[in-house]
């Protein structure tokens, strides 16, 4: 598969590595038990890592039903199920590091990796929460490592939860007049949606008519959370 992506000028590593954890991640309260965790630039080497994943993940295109009629999936999907071997070790590294860092609050380690590419602008996913499985009645956790070039993941509150609490995001962060927050993540970025996140609010990539290079998600999750 071939995409245009445009390489990073922060990212000349030649080595596909992880920067630490730990005090580099900022967190963020959303009210009502939800936060968000932000590390900037955890992957270096994220343009190459883009490379290996467009040229080696079996990426399938899906359809759904939507207003009574099937319509194609906006982004190409892989998903890698409990026990599957991960398409690059440091995607295994990825896991472990994050289940060792959070497993005081999650109590148990990510398990499954979902994967998706964003071609272009035209790509996208509507306003949602991971809610298929415990999500939907359990607090947890889900974390999205972004290689590639940047898009915006969009966050606001369900209807009847509480507004976003005023705090600093960070340098991929920021709160609209709306209370829409919307965080720029490429390039190596890693965002962690903890808490009732997934019960409480919504998340969503959107389309964009801006000329925008293509963008791979690696959705890191616990053991029946969807």
Known sequence: M?????????????????????????????GSGAWLD??????????????????????????????????????LLSFYDEGAPLPHPV???????????????????????????????????????????????????VAILSVGAPRQLLLRPRPGSAPARSASTGSVGGTSDSGVLRHNLGHGD??????????TWEHAVPKTSKPVGPRISIQFRPRGVR
Do not use: K, N
């Open 91 to 141: 995607l295994e590294e990825a896991r472990d590091r994050l289940s060792a860092h959070y497993a005081d609050e999650l109590g148990e380690p990510f398990r499954t990796a979902g994967l998706c590419l964003y071609r272009d602008g035209r790509d996208s996913v509507a306003w949602h929460g991971d809610r298929i499985g415990r999500s939907r009645t359990e607090d947890t956790m």
């Open 38 to 75: 932000v590390r900037p630039g955890w992957l270096a080497g994220a343009d190459a890592l883009f490379g290996c994943l467009l040229d080696s993940v079996p990426w399938r295109a899906e359809e759904r039903e939507m207003y009574q009629r099937i319509v194609a999936v906006p982004r």
């Open 2 to 30: 071939s995409a245009a992506l445009q390489a990073s000028l922060l990212d000349f590593a030649d080595d596909i590595s992880l920067g630490p954890l730990g005090d580099a991640v900022t967190r963020r309260p959303l």
């Open 190 to 199: 890693l965002i962690v949606m903890g808490g009732s996140c997934q019960r």
